[in-house]
């Protein structure tokens, strides 16, 4: 969403210096994306190396384990794909906000929505209405999720 926002401020405000951020999420919600993360690459190394970490500790093998060993390259994909999906989830905020000249001018966090461009160009127009003699090229900054 920031690319297409970028795109569409820089057609209308050739001018304009436009940068975007990723918007960090909040909690414990980075950790666990990062443990979870751990874990998948752990697995999968598990996997591909045919460890059984049960029997490490003396424990009965999981029926589970033993398809994951016997189709090694569906059990790494669908780990993987399945992995990535809940680290996505985690941390992903949803989080858009737009700031002009280090003043925020539009944040999906406090409107709930993300603005429509003649939303946001009307914004940008007001603010460089209200300048002040001010350089020629003020900056857009977004603070955004990527997906």
């Known amino acids: ?19 975007g951020d990723n918007f960090p999420p909040g909690g414990y919600r980075l950790q666990a994306s990062q443990v979870i993360s751990l874990l998948k ?3 999968i190394i598990a996997v591909l190396v045919s460890f059984n970490p049960f029997q490490q500790f003396g424990a009965v093998t999981p029926g589970w384990w033993s398809w994951m060993m016997e189709n090694k390259l569906y059990a790494c994909m669908m780990t993987f794909f399945l992995c990535n999906a809940v680290e996505t989830q985690l941390i992903s905020t ?3 906000e737009v700031y002009m000249n280090d003043m925020p001018i ?8 993300v603005p429509q461009p003649n939303e946001l160009f009307q914004i940008i127009d007001n603010q460089m209405g209200m300048r002040i003699g001010g350089g ?12």
């Open 136 to 147: 020629d090229n003020p900056g857009i900054d977004f603070r955004h999720e990527e997906l």
């Open 106 to 113: 539009w944040s999906k966090i406090d409107a709930g929505r």
């Open 1 to 19: 969403m920031f690319q297409q926002y970028a795109d569409i401020l820089q057609q209308k405000y050739p001018n304009l210096a436009i940068s």
């Open 41 to 43: 690459i752990g697995i």
């Open 94 to 96: 949803g989080a858009f």
